[in-house]
């Protein structure tokens, strides 16, 4: 597995370790401008990439369910000297939500970024229908900036598209194609089915006692009020916010309000 480690200046007051892992078909880049500003409050964050995705190894056996992943995550959080205070946006959050529920005791805090244990199955099928998009691939970077385009039309187009280059992989044949392994995106793997793990998932959250905040965009189309509504029935303590203005990708949309939204909850941790 890839990853990134943001590290505090010396001068300032060491708070912990924080682990980022991104939603399906993102990469650990996702993060960099909030984990930069993680860091500067004293932070030690990591930014991984998933299995199948970006720099991380492909699953030999095609295997991207969920248990894979949590066994992931937990091999990740053995190497570490702490419990981390886990950020999962989407596959992320899944992830960590469904690993502390099992394993309780194994993060010190929980932030899921746009994810609930209900989601809304037509904004799943509009990222399952991006992420199988363009399978011949694509002849340069502007067609490669016109796909991601249309996928986030609330986004303006960069003018400098140099940075998606590290959302694609040249091939022998010359063309970019997506980050991720395509067997992710095979029928009736995670791309398709969070909604078949809502059961599993409510009863892990249901045993999450470690502090939880869910942080979700107000014109997202994976998380509603009905979701967000059942997450804090199963975890009491839980709180939520609102980023009006961001879309199912919180942090990529809103970032300013994102760090400053997660900024207050890390500050009520002991």
Same mark, same amino acid.
């Given at each position: 597995m890839a990853g990134d480690r943001w590290t505090p200046a010396t001068e300032t007051a060491y708070r912990g370790p924080i682990l980022m892992l991104h939603g399906g078909g993102q990469t650990r880049h996702s993060w960099n401008r909030a984990a930069a500003g993680l860091a500067v409050d004293g932070w030690t964050v990591y930014t991984l990439d998933a299995r199948g995705h970006g720099d991380s190894d492909w699953a030999p056996d095609g295997d991207y369910r969920l248990d894979g992943l949590v066994g992931d995550l937990r091999g990740v959080i053995e190497q570490l000297d702490e419990q981390p205070v886990l950020f999962g946006a989407s596959l992320g959050g899944m992830t960590g939500l469904t690993a502390e529920g099992e394993n309780p005791g194994l993060l010190r805090a929980l932030v899921l970024v746009d994810i609930t244990p209900k989601v809304e199955p037509e904004g799943?099928?509009?990222?399952?229908?991006?992420? $199988?998009?363009?399978?011949?691939?694509?002849?340069?970077?502007?067609?490669?900036?016109?796909?991601?385009?249309?996928?986030?039309?609330? $986004?303006?187009?960069?003018?400098?598209?140099?940075?998606?280059? $590290?959302?694609?992989r040249e091939r022998s044949n010359g063309r970019l194609y997506w980050h991720w392994d395509p067997a992710f995106t095979r029928p009736r793997t995670l791309v398709d089915t969070p909604t078949a793990d809502h059961g599993r998932m409510v009863a892990a959250a249901r045993a999450v006692e470690v502090p939880t905040l869910l942080v979700h965009g107000g014109r997202s189309d994976i998380v509603s009020s009905d979701g967000v509504e059942e997450l804090l029935g199963l975890i009491p303590h839980a709180s939520a916010v609102n980023v009006s203005a961001a879309g199912h990708m919180v942090a990529g949309d809103d970032n300013a309000v994102f760090v400053a939204e997660v900024g207050g909850f890390l500050d009520t941790l002991v």
């Amino acid at each position: 597995m890839a990853g990134d480690r943001w590290t505090p200046a010396t001068e300032t007051a060491y708070r912990g370790p924080i682990l980022m892992l991104h939603g399906g078909g993102q990469t650990r880049h996702s993060w960099n401008r909030a984990a930069a500003g993680l860091a500067v409050d004293g932070w030690t964050v990591y930014t991984l990439d998933a299995r199948g995705h970006g720099d991380s190894d492909w699953a030999p056996d095609g295997d991207y369910r969920l248990d894979g992943l949590v066994g992931d995550l937990r091999g990740v959080i053995e190497q570490l000297d702490e419990q981390p205070v886990l950020f999962g946006a989407s596959l992320g959050g899944m992830t960590g939500l469904t690993a502390e529920g099992e394993n309780p005791g194994l993060l010190r805090a929980l932030v899921l970024v746009d994810i609930t244990p209900k989601v809304e199955p037509e904004g799943v099928k509009r990222i399952a229908d991006f992420m $199988r998009g363009n399978p011949d691939g694509f002849a340069n970077l502007e067609e490669v900036a016109d796909a991601v385009a249309a996928y986030q039309p609330h $986004r303006t187009r960069p003018t400098n598209i140099e940075g998606l280059r $590290r959302n694609v992989r040249e091939r022998s044949n010359g063309r970019l194609y997506w980050h991720w392994d395509p067997a992710f995106t095979r029928p009736r793997t995670l791309v398709d089915t969070p909604t078949a793990d809502h059961g599993r998932m409510v009863a892990a959250a249901r045993a999450v006692e470690v502090p939880t905040l869910l942080v979700h965009g107000g014109r997202s189309d994976i998380v509603s009020s009905d979701g967000v509504e059942e997450l804090l029935g199963l975890i009491p303590h839980a709180s939520a916010v609102n980023v009006s203005a961001a879309g199912h990708m919180v942090a990529g949309d809103d970032n300013a309000v994102f760090v400053a939204e997660v900024g207050g909850f890390l500050d009520t941790l002991v």
